[in-house]
């Protein structure tokens, strides 16, 4: 603050009084160069063994566990990947800093049909099929790709500046974890809760294998629509005869999978529906010739008729009569084409027909829907004696070899160009109806439809037999699977609380689970079935015989070892058949809590806090809930946090097709990866977030002005101890408030961390550091630290509370920016030893709390904000040059302002006026001011009418002061800055 010019700009030759002057010293460097620092930072916790230290030291602490819920080994991390992750590390790292101990061991999930499609996938580009290779060497190889992509991740995972046990991750793969699924998985079968049933599953015949609801995705879709005519039989179920204004009509349904008709046993309907007998008189044959003729007798549901005659082209009819639809019987539309289809076709009620689009009746082929399915199961007299159900479709998606016409067709193309489009059954199936006569009008829809979230695919519902773990059977323990699930919803708590409601639905609506697929890759279902009576064994000796095995060996130890070494004695292995179908991997990471919690002594059972994205719910939230309802009777987890998607900035889906994609790695090189951190600090993660290369920058604008924030509280501690510091009685009133403001912060500090209030946390952080600190504190007191002697007490107060404000602010964000809250601190207490990580959140004395002083601050900073608003407008127009130059007078006709000035001045009233308004002088005008004074439209009571300031500039702090030369020996010195002077010159000799 020396100036060695003088006013008329001429050379002085007065003292050089700049290093008198105690300005900030640091060597914590104001660009952070994160890219090239963080590495060395991860570096430098590894040789430390950071995460161990800290579990050692927190021994003894209570202990809260989130439970890493396992990403998928296969393929580089993204951006909802890393985002996640950083989430969890937000979690561990700010519960441990709040003094629990807090470990994370992160778990990869490696089993399933990602990885075996990807490993077909490089036979298939050498030319070799999976089937040719022996399933040990398959499954080998299905290992080893799911290895090097566990190695990939782990690296990805550390560079995001996530704290874990990453030298000892859980794995699905693993022989212990392999062996405690398949206990898991046989405590169902003890319990009499694995059946076999056939049943239509949603079926992908690119993979082909059976998919549960949580490994598909909805996609639209346009498919064919055709309308059907169904001829009615002149005989009803009992023998009668229909009325004879029936005899020649045909019911009428309507599709959109004309693949579906060749499996056709019967149409639904619904006694709630009115049902008609319509005559066509006339059809508009403008355009082509209809499929209808003038006298075609249809049967429809009235409030569905007029849409189904504008599909037929049908302009003229008349309704005939009303029809009941029970007992009547049809033949299949196919029959004239093949007697293979030569069978009745009953109407049976339904209680999921409407009228609301269609026809009001439902073609209905069991082998290919749920409600199809149920709705035939539910007439037994119906049924085929050997095959209740009938097999059209094999599991590649083509018309089984005995089915007529249609014998190989695919249903869905499986590889080229056009796979997943639709294939050639289609068109077949709807050139066979119109040479029957028997299509009354086809068209096209767009629709929702399931997809497999691998292939990209469509998929079929098809009739397999599968094995299934049942929801509403009784269990040994009480209640049902359901009723267990249910209420352990009800007993978690859930982040945000909508999302109980959607899981609580999905559970009450779900089905039984679904746990069997086609598959190589995997943990197999340890199964025998007795070969005559098809019993499944539920012989505990021989399950501990095969957990057994499973330790030793792993998984390839069923498909490996003969029968006999599990049957023992007791049975003869040619009367069991070994189940060899692969447990669906929801399963396997449904219980990951028995052996990644459970088994673990550093860990417990059950955990704090699952935390994952929304489309859990129907994936691992769901298969652990149920698992662990199933086997421990309540839900693996205390809490349950739930995050949404993260899309591009126009909120699109991030997709490589857009363009639009930003991988951490990215990130990491152009930015460094806080600020990615603090990105996902900044947002409320539990809705869907945004992210390009703009939003990031705000991110990076913010990391600059905390970094300066810190920065500067670094060089204006520089050499301070604890001789220096102040004890409270003696502190000002300044200093007073931003310790109440320290208080406040610790209060929100803590329950945002507790919440997982991220955004809270940083908020509060960042505007106390940007507006309170550097924006007003700091910047009044620039001159107490700079010109002050070292021993006056307002400067030691001010150092000792930057001092605890530096203590408080590098804990309070080191969970969401490690790096930077680290070199901070080190910069400050330099250790090769220590780290920030091994603190705690500091304690916060009571006695700082001061409701009505921070009040009245504010009070105070309202009164400040239109004096420096007066003195922006005199720089701008060049009046001034700084504000030292200015002595406003302020004029105010609202007590509360003086009484607040008042309050808190350490002395004389415009002394302190003039030290918050950063100027040499400032006056209190008890009055309103001049009609030309400057106001502010939200501080009408307040007027400044900014004013030269008096004395001669002081040639250290240059401050205007008319004492300025009092102290002979420093005649360019106001006193108080020759008193420092003075001081200083003693010190340094």
Not at 260 to 276: D, H, L, M, Q, W
Not at 631 to 637: E, H, L, S, V
Not at 762 to 783: G, P, Q, T
Not at 795 to 812: I, K, N, S, Y
């Amino acid at each position: 603050m020396t100036d060695t010019t003088a006013d008329n700009g001429t050379e002085t030759s007065a003292r050089d009084y700049r290093d008198t002057l105690f300005l900030p010293k640091t060597e914590f460097p104001m660009r952070a160069g994160l890219p090239k620092q963080e590495p060395k930072w991860l570096e430098r916790w590894e040789k430390l063994d950071l995460y161990n230290q800290l579990r050692e030291q927190s021994a003894g602490r209570e202990r809260f566990v989130l439970h890493d819920g396992p990403p998928y080994a296969n393929g580089h991390i993204h951006i909802g990947t890393g985002m996640n992750k950083i989430l969890k590390d937000f979690v561990a790292r700010s519960h441990q800093m709040a003094g629990y101990d807090s470990p994370f061991r992160p778990g990869w999930d490696c089993h399933g049909l990602p990885i075996e499609w990807k490993v077909e996938q490089q036979y298939r580009e050498k030319g070799k099929s999976k089937d040719a290779v022996p399933m040990k060497e398959f499954r080998t190889e299905c290992r080893n790709y799911a290895a090097h992509w566990i190695d990939v991740q782990r690296e990805e995972f550390k560079r995001l500046g996530v704290l874990g046990n990453w030298d000892d991750p859980y794995t699905t793969m693993a022989y212990k974890a392999e062996a405690a699924i398949v206990r898991e998985f046989l405590n169902f079968t003890e319990q009499g809760l694995v059946y076999q049933g056939s049943a239509p599953v949603m079926w992908s015949p690119v993979e082909k294998t059976a998919l549960a609801e949580a490994e598909v995705e909805y996609h639209d879709k346009v498919s064919s629509t055709i309308y059907v005519r169904f001829p009615v039989r002149a005989v009803r179920k009992d023998g009668s005869a229909i009325p004879k204004q029936l005899v020649g009509s045909h019911v009428v349904i309507w599709t959109t999978t004309p693949w579906t008709i060749p499996a056709n046993r019967a149409i639904c309907f619904s006694p709630e529906v009115k049902y008609g007998l319509y005559e066509v008189k006339g059809v508009d044959d403008a355009d082509f010739q209809p499929w209808t003729r003038p006298g075609d007798l249809l049967v429809v549901a009235d409030a569905l008729w007029e849409e189904t005659a504008k599909a037929a082209k049908i302009v003229n009819f008349d309704r005939i009569m009303g029809v009941d639809p029970e007992g009547l019987i049809c033949s299949h539309p196919l029959a004239d084409a093949d007697r293979f289809w030569g069978y009745r076709v009953p109407l049976l009620a339904g209680d999921h027909v409407t009228d609301e689009a269609g026809t009001g009746f439902v073609h209905t082929a069991p082998g290919h829907g749920a409600e199809d399915y149920a709705a035939w199961m539910d007439h037994p007299e119906w049924h085929d004696r050997d095959q209740p159900v009938p097999h059209t479709v094999g599991e590649d998606g083509a018309f089984y070899d005995h089915i007529p016409l249609f014998a190989g067709l695919n249903i869905i193309r499986l590889d080229g160009k056009k796979q997943g489009q639709d294939g050639p059954a289609n068109k077949a199936i709807m050139d066979t109806l119109i040479e029957t006569g028997k299509l009354l009008a086809r068209g096209r829809l767009e629709h929702s439809y399931p997809h497999s979230w691998r292939s990209k695919a469509p998929v079929l519902f098809r009739n397999t037999p599968q094995w299934f773990i049942a929801i509403d059977r009784p269990m040994k323990t009480g209640g049902t699977l359901r009723e267990a699930a249910l209420k352990a919803i009800g007993d978690t708590e859930w982040t945000p609380p909508i999302a109980e409601n959607r899981i609580r639905s999905m559970v009450e609506n779900r089905p039984d689970w679904l746990v069997s697929r086609q598959r190589a890759w995997g943990v197999p279902l340890t199964l025998f079935v007795e070969k005559s009576t098809q019993r499944v064994l539920n012989d505990p000796h021989v399950h501990e015989r095969i957990v057994k095995a499973v330790e030793e060996d792993g998984a390839d130890a069923w498909f490996e070892r003969p029968a006999e070494e599990f049957l023992g004695s007791d049975y003869e292995a040619d009367e069991w058949e070994k189940v060899t179908d692969i447990l669906d991997v929801w399963f396997d990471s449904g219980s990951t809590h028995a052996f990644a919690l459970e088994q673990r002594p550093d860990l417990k059972w059950p955990a704090d806090l699952y935390l994952e994205g929304s489309d859990q719910h129907r994936g691992w939230f769901q298969s652990s809930l149920l698992e662990s309802c199933g086997t421990r009777g309540r839900a693996p987890y205390d809490s349950v946090l739930t995050h949404g998607f993260v899309m591009d900035g126009q909120g699109r889906k991030m997709s490589k097709s857009l363009g639009n994609t930003l991988a951490p790695n990215e990130i990491a090189k152009k930015y460094g990866i806080e600020i990615m951190r603090m990105w996902v600090a900044a947002q409320d993660f539990t809705l869907d977030l945004r992210i390009s290369e703009e939003i990031l920058q705000t991110s990076v604008d913010a990391y600059r002005k905390l970094r300066n924030t810190v920065r500067y509280l670094l060089g204006a501690l520089d050499g301070f101890d604890e001789t220096e510091r102040l004890p409270m009685d003696r502190m000002p009133s300044l200093e007073r408030w931003v310790l109440h403001r320290l208080h406040e912060l610790d209060a929100v500090v803590r329950e945002g961390y507790k919440a997982y209030d991220y955004k809270r946390v940083y908020s509060a952080l960042f505007n106390f550091c940007v507006v309170d600190l550097s924006a007003f504190y700091l910047d009044v007191r620039k001159d107490s630290l700079y010109c002050d002697r070292p021993d006056s007490d307002r400067r030691r107060a001010c150092r000792t509370v930057m001092d605890e404000v530096f203590t408080r602010l590098t804990a309070w964000l080191a969970p969401i920016m490690p790096f930077t809250m680290e070199e901070a601190w080190l910069s400050r207490f330099p250790s090769e030893t220590d780290s920030v990580h091994f603190r705690t959140f500091p304690d916060t004395p009571d006695d700082w709390h001061d409701g009505a002083r921070a009040e009245r601050w504010q009070t105070i900073r309202r009164l400040r904000r239109v004096v420096t608003g007066a003195l922006e407008v005199e720089r701008r127009e060049k009046r001034i040059g700084s504000s030292l130059e200015a002595a406003p007078k302020v004029f105010v006709t609202d007590p509360v302002y003086r009484s607040a000035l008042a309050a808190e001045a350490d002395g004389d009233l415009d002394e302190f006026l003039a030290e918050i308004a950063i100027t040499s002088q400032a006056y209190l005008v008890d009055e309103a001011g001049p009609e030309g004074a400057y106001r502010i439209e939200d501080v009408a009571d307040i007027a400044v009418d900014p004013g030269k300031a008096q004395g001669e500039k002081c040639a250290r702090s240059w401050k205007y002061d008319p004492k300025v030369g009092a102290d002979a020996r420093y005649p360019e010195l106001s006193p108080r800055d020759a008193d420092a002077v003075a001081h200083w010159d003693v010190v340094n000799g």
